[in-house]
């Protein structure tokens, strides 16, 4: 059983671990978003894949949702001294992870190489895959300005009021074999509770992978990451009031909407069912609130679950051949 779950950092992470803990890593690859990765005191740092990483090894910081559990800051006290006001905290060992990827990507590996690298090395069995090896970046077009994406996040506190945002790089970028290939061999694909603009559309733009999610055989889900109209945490819910969308879990299926089979949305949200389902889309309303790992767990099983119910009838509506005996 293939599972693709496309993810950013912290919510995909957590639906990913509970997929870990309920059905085990072998069988799990999960394309991750690119464009928030950034150079900065010449290390290349990706965020998102760094977080996937990190929690699929066990070794996450569950307070923080990035870095690593237990970590030191000792670097950034240094930073201090030398008169330097670091504004991304980076934790010592975490910026092992920095050192080793920055050197070996100057030695001409590919960034995909890298991660497979430094994951099975922490013991992560799952496949974590960046969307791509060439260069995305989100900009974010906002009224203060235009700003690179970790500028925007952490530096601003995503407090300027966004117009638009642009994926530098994204057309001239070509996703990976190994995520057009886990995807063409998927039987399940999630669209994991991410943030919908920052870290699943990115994904969606480097060209040929939405083509190719598009012809998947496999059923594609969505959970929501947007609850009774708030995210659970970050931008995502004042992103979308910038940028004039309801913001609620059917705002979220209508974005995905050509792609989606299954949708599942949060139990707080009941009431907002039937819009769903309006769209032709299955849903599955439950508590999507991954609070502790056996809600992680929870929540990965249910949609496990949703997905074996829905396969039968995307194979039946897209090839109906496939359901009669061989004989
Ligand atoms: P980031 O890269 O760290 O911003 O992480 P993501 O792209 O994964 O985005 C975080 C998104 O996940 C936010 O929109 C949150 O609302 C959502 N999210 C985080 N935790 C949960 C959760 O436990 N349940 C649900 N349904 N959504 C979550």
């Excluded at 969606?204 to 009774?228: F, R, S």
Aim: proline fraction near 5%; include cysteine.
């Amino acid at each position: 059983m293939n599972i693709v779950v496309l993810a950013g950092g912290v919510g995909g992470a957590k639906l990913c671990h509970g997929i870990a803990l309920s059905s085990g890593q072998e069988h799990l690859s999960v394309v991750v978003n690119t464009a928030d990765d950034f150079e900065l005191y010449g290390l290349h740092i990706s965020p998102d894949l760094d977080t996937m990483m990190y929690t699929l090894a066990g070794i996450g910081n569950p307070q923080t949702g990035w870095g690593i559990a237990g970590d030191t800051f000792n670097n950034f006290d240094m930073l201090e001294r030398y008169g330097v006001q670091p504004w991304f905290r980076i934790g010592d060992r975490d910026l092992a992870t920095h050192l080793l990827r920055t050197q070996l990507i100057a030695e001409g590996m590919t960034l995909s190489a890298i991660t497979q690298t430094l994951a099975q090395r922490l013991g992560v069995k799952a496949r974590i895959l960046p969307m791509t090896d060439d260069r995305v970046r989100t900009v974010v077009d906002t009224d203060e300005g235009l700003f690179a994406f970790q500028d925007y996040f952490v530096k601003l506190k995503w407090q300027p009021e966004v117009r638009s945002l642009i994926f530098e790089g994204a057309e001239e970028a070509h996703p990976t074999d190994a995520v057009l290939r886990a995807i063409e061999v998927a039987d399940t694909i999630i669209i994991a509770p991410s943030n919908l603009y920052l870290s699943i559309d990115p994904i969606l733009a480097v060209p040929g992978i939405k083509e190719m999610l598009l012809n998947a055989a496999a059923p594609i889900i969505a959970v929501t990451p947007i609850i009774a109209g708030e995210s659970v945490k970050g931008p995502a819910a004042k992103l979308m009031r910038e940028l004039g969308v309801e913001c609620s879990a059917v705002a979220v299926a209508q974005h995905y909407a050509d792609l989606l089979n299954g949708f599942v949305l949060d139990s707080r949200d009941a009431a907002l069912e039937p819009r769903i389902a309006a769209m032709g889309i299955q849903t599955l309303v439950t508590d999507t609130l991954m609070t502790n790992l056996e809600a992680r767990a929870r929540l990965a099983c249910e949609v496990l679950d949703f997905a074996d119910r829905l396969r039968p009838e995307k194979l039946g509506g897209c090839c109906p051949d496939r359901l009669l005996p061989s004989s």
